[in-house]
T-cell receptor
Framework: DAGVTQSPTHLIKTRGQHVTLRCSPI?????VSWYQQVLGQGPQFIFQ???????GRGNFPDRFSARQFPNYSSELNVNALLLGDSALYLC???????????FGQGTRLTVV | GQNIDQPTEMTATEGAIVQINCTYQ??????LFWYQQHAGEAPTFLSY????GLEEKGRFSSFLSRSKGYSYLLLKELQMKDSASYLC??????????????FGRGTQLTVWP
């Protein structure tokens, strides 16, 4: 059984550019959440989707947006990149909101 | 706001036992997670406690006391490969925060030979 998969694994972008990160949850899992982790900190919640609907948004600017597709995969979009957006972006997959949460390998985004 | 507190660093020797504590004050509670994270990698699921008590999985055990807002992760027979950051996270249960995970800053464990 495949785990949570994210693409790409690494990405370098220039300030002001746009980026799209992708996540495929574990088969049968309907909940996908996105987290940002900067060095030395725990992951910070960005978005949660369940059954293709947004169920929560963290304290991030409107430059961050996301969506979930009918097959439960998800995209995280970030516009007008800033240097401070450099981080590890993690996708978490859960069957429902009160079951185990599993993370993908993450996308390492570097903004230069 | 949500507050999750864990020690920043711990050290131990190979073969020893170490206990990593986590205290939390959150608006709602729907379970507590422990994850292991090696440098530059994604968090790996270790345990999920919803009810009070101790759960054991091989060399790893996790304990929860909901009334005290307290959990610990116990690692036995430490190995060099256990050197990593250990993250404590609380899952919330209220309205728009349902299922959201709030993380502590992580405890960096170093295991010495």
């Amino acid at each position: 059984d495949a785990g949570v998969t994210q693409s790409p694994t690494h990405l370098i972008k220039t300030r002001g550019q746009h980026v799209t990160l992708r996540c495929s949850p574990i088969s049968g899992h309907k909940s996908v959440s996105w987290y940002q982790q900067v060095l030395g900190q725990g992951p910070q919640f960005i978005f949660q989707y369940y059954e293709k609907e947004e169920r929560g948004r963290g304290n991030f600017p409107d430059r961050f947006s996301a969506r979930q597709f009918p097959n439960y995969s998800s995209e995280l979009n970030v516009n007008a990149l800033l240097l401070g957006d450099s981080a590890l972006y993690l996708c978490a997959s859960r069957y429902t909101s009160n079951t185990e949460a599993f993370f993908g390998q993450g996308t390492r985004l570097t903004v230069v | 706001g949500q507050n999750i507190d864990q020690p920043t660093e711990m050290t131990a020797t190979e073969g020893a036992i170490v206990q990593i504590n986590c205290t939390y004050q959150t608006s709602g509670f729907n379970g507590l997670f422990w994850y292991q994270q090696h440098a530059g990698e994604a968090p790996t699921f270790l345990s999920y406690n919803v009810l009070d008590g101790l759960e054991e999985k091989g060399r790893f055990s996790s304990f929860l006391s909901r009334s005290k807002g307290y959990s610990y992760l116990l690692l036995k027979e430490l190995q060099m490969k256990d050197s990593a950051s250990y993250l404590c996270a609380v899952s919330l249960d209220r309205g728009s925060t349902l299922g959201r995970l709030y993380f502590g800053r992580g405890t960096q464990l170093t295991v010495w030979p």
